[in-house]
């Protein structure tokens, strides 16, 4: 049954999360509380449509998972440090949405998407820091089985398969952490070794299987044209289009310059400070990177993320959309000059350590001085 194999997901990688968060604490721990009711409410949601059939108004039975998704969405946690752990959550916690899409498969592939910017950042800052990095393999690994879940029970949408007439409503949702008790398995954890042991018991999830054939036959027809390599003091990645989706770069000099062309769905890390970093014609890319010196120019690129741990000079961008350049304290000075572009976002962060995004001016009033030179300034969206 579906409820069966949702449970799977939720006993296996999502419970590790809640693990970990418990672990981390504060506010991981808080806003994972917040997520855990919203699976609940999931649960119930699809047992209720195996049992019952559509009734004719859904909302009502939909809105505790609405308001607890919207709940998680919206927390605000108090600890700037612990922000990015936020935000991943809080910006993949939709996933759990695809019951209410006529195409749940391409909406979780959307939601998994702008969670691996989240969980790319997270994987490098927190390199080798357990248990951050187990933290985001853990929910990455719930988001995965998610969309298999729903792959192979719901491709074309959830349906309702009983004959009695649904209740209502879905029971409280106080009285949804009665589904499953978690608090016999946090009871087990005490310090040190004894999560690892629990983790461990809690990691026995049963796996995929991959026709290796099909497999093999789809990376070769698309390795014709890749590329990867470095050629004197220039990195070429070019034509790679998610069949290396986290391409790294970790022993390059200030002098060198990454050039990416043509590329989309891959996510590509720069571990040393550099000169430039240059994208052109590229579509849902995500660079991350320590510092440059000279700066990152754009052409003709789309739902682009860059993120900077260090300095960044300067942002040129020319007939772009949909890019969001995320700044640290050290990178408060960046210039960012675009030309042709909409919807470009800034987000850094403000005197008390919380991030913002602002969104980078498109429209223009220009006036002519008295002394016929030309004066154009932003006008910036109420």
Not at 49 to 65: A, C, H, Y
Not at 81 to 97: C, G, N
Not at 265 to 282: P, Q, S
């Amino acid at each position: 049954m579906s409820t069966e194999l949702f449970s799977n997901i939720y006993n296996g990688p999502f419970k590790r999360y809640l693990l970990l968060s418990r672990n981390i604490g504060q506010d991981v721990l808080h806003h994972s509380e917040l997520a855990d009711l919203a699976f609940h409410a999931e649960m119930r949601y699809i047992e209720f449509s195996e049992n019952f059939r559509k009734p004719d108004t859904e909302s009502v039975i939909l809105n505790p998972i609405l308001d607890q998704i919207g709940k998680t969405m919206r927390y605000v946690g108090e600890d700037p440090s612990m922000s990015d752990h936020v935000s991943l959550v809080a910006q993949s916690i939709k996933a759990l949405l695809w019951i209410h899409q006529e195409d749940p498969v391409s909406y979780l592939e959307e939601v998994l998407l702008e969670a691996k910017t989240y969980t790319d950042c997270l994987l490098v800052f927190f390199k080798n820091k357990e248990p951050h990095t187990e933290w985001v393999e853990a929910w990455l690994e719930t988001l995965n089985d998610l969309n298999n879940f729903v792959r192979r029970r719901y491709p074309k949408g959830l349906t309702w398969k009983g004959d009695v007439e649904a209740p209502d409503s879905l029971c409280d949702i106080s009285d949804l952490r009665r589904v499953f008790d978690q608090n016999a398995l946090y009871d087990e954890i005490s310090k040190g070794e004894t999560i690892h042991q629990v983790l461990k018991r809690a990691n026995a999830l049963s796996g995929e299987d991959v026709d290796e054939n099909k497999l093999e036959t789809e990376l070769k027809s698309t390795k014709l044209n890749e590329v990867f390599a470095q050629e004197g003091k220039k990195w070429r990645i070019e034509h790679k289009k998610g069949t290396h989706k986290h391409l790294t770069i970790d022993e390059a000099d200030t002098d060198n310059v990454v050039y990416i062309y043509d590329c989309s769905n891959i996510t590509v890390v720069v571990e040393k400070k550099i000169n430039v970093i240059k994208l052109d014609n590229c579509d849902k890319v995500c660079v991350i990177f320590r510092s440059l010196i000279s700066g990152l120019d754009m052409v003709c690129c789309k739902n682009i993320k860059l993120h900077a741990f260090g300095t960044l000079p300067s942002v040129n961008a020319e007939n772009c959309s949909d890019v969001n350049v995320h700044l640290t304290k050290k990178a408060l000075d960046a210039q960012v000059v675009t030309s042709q572009c909409s919807k470009i976002s800034l987000s850094y962060p403000l005197e008390d350590g919380y991030y913002k995004t602002f969104d980078v001016p498109t429209r223009l009033m220009t006036t002519i001085n008295p002394d016929y030179n030309l004066n154009t300034n932003p006008i910036n969206d109420a």
